[in-house]
């Protein structure tokens, strides 16, 4: 059983201001214990609540928790922190309640070594890994069961590889990246051209993947190595789950790349990109800076930097609401045309007459 842990709500406050200067406690004399954190139709005396969206202010009123988190605008009647990141604010009062087991330091007896080998200080690597030739695995690494790790790769200090993972040939993972179960990293990117006999012929995947520093990739997201050169998620990007990210593909840093996305080949995203959930880019575009793009989108061309785009092909939003207006309008007008058509029809067949 986890050991139960409560903290005053003032001291919790005190200790994100470091980080969240703005942070600060607020209550009418009331300094509850916090004992954990819970939904607020779900929250009981001693647990501390949050509002995720507006949608769930109606909840506030009646909530039986002892304590919220909030903005700096949403009135209560209960002890509250408040500060103008509320969602940092939960993250961090989420980290104090995490208990999650942490597994033993060292290595299982049933891992696999292949030969040069290098492994750092307080390593742990789970049962039934299977690390190749010429691997280097920093300090501090966590790796969880069932890995396949290939040959040359590298792993940076502080990475956690979940259950399941493989990561490929010659690949480098950087420092306090977390690789979600059943990643896949370094496998041959889709690449076959059409040969004389009609046959699809492989064309060999040689390149390699870098994934930079504070990287996060989802569970079963798939990042292919480059036919030649490298395929590169740079620094603090997180990409969700079940994204495709092609051979020779770029992302920048501090970018957001949402489930169930895919990224053709050559594929080229700027720093600081928001992606939603199932946006396809096509081959060997280049997307700016702080462009934003909304879910099940499409690329087909370039972006330019700081644009706002949704749709298929992508539009502004404003336009692309209009474009669906007009479609639910479709069949009148459909309809309208029809009956316009035949009345010109009419109209014809009437004038041809009378000359």
């Excluded at 956690?160 to 990643?183: E, R």
């Excluded at 490298?230 to 990007?237: H, L, N, P, S």
Aim: a negative charge.
């Amino acid at each position: 059983m986890p050991q139960k842990i409560a903290f005053k709500l003032s001291e919790l406050a005190a200790e994100f201001a470091a980080t969240l200067p703005d942070c600060q406690f607020i209550s009418d004399g009331d300094d509850p214990d916090i004992t954990g954190v819970a939904m607020i139709s779900k929250a009981q005396s001693g647990e501390i609540t949050f509002v995720s969206t507006p949608k769930f202010l109606l909840y506030l009123p009646q909530t039986q928790a002892s304590a919220v988190i909030l903005d700096w605008e949403t009135a209560t009647h209960l002890p509250c922190i408040r500060t103008s990141h509320p969602q940092i604010l939960l993250a961090k009062v989420l980290e104090k309640f995490d208990q999650s087991p942490m597994l033993p330091i060292g290595l299982h007896s049933t891992v696999v070594l292949g030969e040069d080998v290098q492994i750092g200080e307080n390593v742990t690597i789970a049962p039934y890994v299977v690390i190749s030739d010429r691997v280097k695995i920093g300090d501090n690494v966590t790796i969880h069961s069932r890995v396949t790790i290939y040959n040359n790769v590298e792993i940076g200090a502080n990475t956690t590889v979940h259950a399941s993972c493989v990561i490929g040939d010659h690949t480098q993972i950087g420092k306090n990246c977390i690789l979600y179960p059943n990643a896949i990293v370094g496998g041959d990117g889709f690449g076959f051209d059409l040969a004389p006999d009609g046959v699809w012929y492989k064309i060999p995947q040689i390149g390699r993947v870098i994934i930079e520093d504070d990287v996060e990739v989802g569970c079963s997201t798939a990042v292919d190595r480059a036919a030649v050169g490298v395929t590169i998620i740079r620094k603090g990007t997180k990409v969700d789950n079940l994204v495709q990210i092609g051979h020779g593909v770029q992302i920048g840093e501090y970018s957001r790349i949402g489930a169930q996305g895919g990224f053709a080949g050559g594929a080229d995203l700027g720093d600081r990109v928001v992606m939603g959930d199932r946006v396809g880019a096509a081959f060997h575009i280049h997307i700016g800076d702080d462009v934003n793009i909304g879910s099940n989108s499409g690329i087909p061309s370039d972006v330019p930097a700081g644009m706002i785009g949704v749709g298929r092909p992508i539009y502004p939003p404003e336009d692309w609401q209009r474009l669906m207006s007009a479609k639910e309008q479709l069949p009148e007008l459909l309809h309208t045309v029809r009956k316009l058509e035949k009345r010109l029809a009419q109209l014809e067949a009437e004038f041809g007459e009378s000359h």
